[in-house]
């Protein structure tokens, strides 16, 4: 079973920019459907954005559509969330998820593998 680790995460200023990273080990990250999702406090686990095995397709929340980009190294085992003109709404728990058997992308429950997490706090 593959083992995901998110890093990248921090507090910033509205407008600013962050790149998170999803590293996985024990396994072939090519094999899995991969994907981020954040959770804020007091709210429940949201899709952000979601990639298919090979990169070709892509897919996001409307919520970041234009500032959010998904996008996976198959070679470095490693899949990326590049974040940009982050809001104060952006603020969470953003964590990388991977999955063999994905119909629904945007759903949390389909995943087998989650990471531990990595905090994004954006100051307004």
């Known amino acids: 079973q593959v083992q995901l680790v998110e890093s990248g995460g921090g507090l910033v200023q509205a407008g600013d920019s962050l790149r998170l990273s999803c590293a996985a080990s024990?396994?072939?990250?090519?094999?899995?459907?991969m994907a981020w999702f954040r959770q804020a406090p007091g709210k429940e686990r949201e899709f952000v954005a979601g990639?298919?095995?090979?990169?070709?397709?892509?897919y996001n929340t409307d919520s970041v559509k234009g500032r959010f980009t998904i996008s996976r190294d198959n070679a470095k085992n490693t899949v990326y969330l590049q974040m940009n003109s982050l809001e104060h709404e952006d603020t969470a728990v953003y964590y990388c998820?991977?999955?063999?058997?994905?119909?629904?992308?945007?759903?949390?429950?389909?995943?087998?593998?989650w990471g531990q997490g990595t905090q994004v706090t954006v100051s307004s």
């Open positions: 998820a991977a999955g063999t058997r994905i119909t629904t992308i945007d759903n949390a429950g389909a995943y087998d593998t």
């Open positions: 990639i298919s095995r090979l990169g070709s397709s892509i």
């Open positions: 024990g396994g072939t990250v090519s094999n899995y459907r």
